[in-house]
């Protein structure tokens, strides 16, 4: 395998400073609101986490499209790692969604149209992990992934728009809001801790990317080690 | 009206976000190393094989 490359190294320290900045930033720096308390903190990573997971899935579809074009297994390798990391991200967006939702809304867990729709998401992408081992023959295995993950891509944006779309409970953060819906003011030292987490989670989120990706890459050479050694 | 002391529950969802973090970066070293493990193992075949194959 090759060694791991400068710029990863680079990425991997940048990751981790951004993290440490972005944690500094929603637990000492924002202020404390006034309604909800110190748990309106764990919102920052909330959205931080649900942007690079909704975005991964995303960009899972737009590679399974690139891979029934051209039929380059890079594709493949390229969205196995998208959805993961995705997959982990937005399981964390879920349970501190359901933290923050305990002492805002007295319960962990209602079948409010955003909530039923992010869980949806996330337990079509664990089933996308059971049903791939399900398949031998790689060739297979990543047309299948291809179109799984370009209908499964479908819900991203569903999830995004559902609070926009149906009566709901879930405050709206980006956009404005109607009717009855609760709209998230921040204050300007929050906006400062809001985005600087959207950014440190798209680095974080490239930074995993690619150590997937080179995960990939050495279980495709032991597959074809594997094979040479038992012919 | 006073704010309310939530600070249990922001504790434990940082508590949470870092400890499945921690378990998402151990997963992907322990595969890396597993796997390197097995890529050694496999050349090392390869090559006895071929060594073999020179001999006869």
């Known amino acids: 395998m090759q060694p791991r490359p400068i710029a990863l190294k680079i990425l991997d320290v940048v990751s981790i400073i951004v993290l440490a900045i972005s944690a500094y930033l929603a637990l000492f720096f924002a202020p404390t609101e006034l309604v909800m308390g110190d748990v309106q903190r764990v919102f920052y990573f909330h959205i931080g986490t649900a942007w690079v997971g909704l975005l991964g899935f995303v960009i899972a579809a737009i590679a399974g499209i690139s891979y029934l074009v051209t039929k380059n297994m890079l594709w493949d390798r390229f969205e196995v790692a998208a959805v993961e990391v995705s997959t982990v991200f937005f399981f964390i967006t879920i349970v501190l969604g359901s933290v923050w939702a305990r002492p ?11 909530l039923t729709t992010a869980a949806v998401t996330e337990l079509i992408y664990v089933a996308y992990f059971m049903l791939r081992t399900g398949i031998e023959e790689p060739e297979k295995r990543a047309r299948f992934g291809a179109v799984y993950t370009l209908l499964g ?24 809001a109607s009717g009855t819906q609760e709209k998230m003011g921040m204050t300007g ?8 987490a959207l950014f440190a989670f798209t680095v974080i989120f490239v930074d995993m990317i690619w150590h997937r990706l080179r995960l990939s890459d050495l279980q495709d050479k032991v597959e074809q080690l594997k094979l040479k050694v038992s012919m | 009206m006073s704010t309310p002391d939530t600070s249990y529950y922001m504790n434990l969802g940082y508590t949470f976000f ?18 390197k493990r097995d890529l050694e193992m496999l050349e090392s075949m390869q090559e006895d094989e071929n060594k073999k194959k020179k001999k006869s």
């Not at chain 1, 991203?156 to 956009?175: C, D, S």
């Open chain 1, 104 to 114: 805002a809304w007295n319960t962990w867990w209602t079948w409010d149209p955003r």
């Open chain 1, 189 to 196: 030292d929050m906006k400062i801790a809001f985005f600087f």
């Open chain 2, 18 to 35: 870092f400890i499945v973090m921690s378990i998402y970066v151990a997963s992907l070293y322990i595969r890396t190393r597993n796997l």
């Open chain 1, 153 to 176: 891509g479908i819900s991203a944006p569903i999830t995004f728009m559902v609070i926009r779309l149906f009566r709901t409970i879930h405050p709206i953060v980006v956009g404005s």
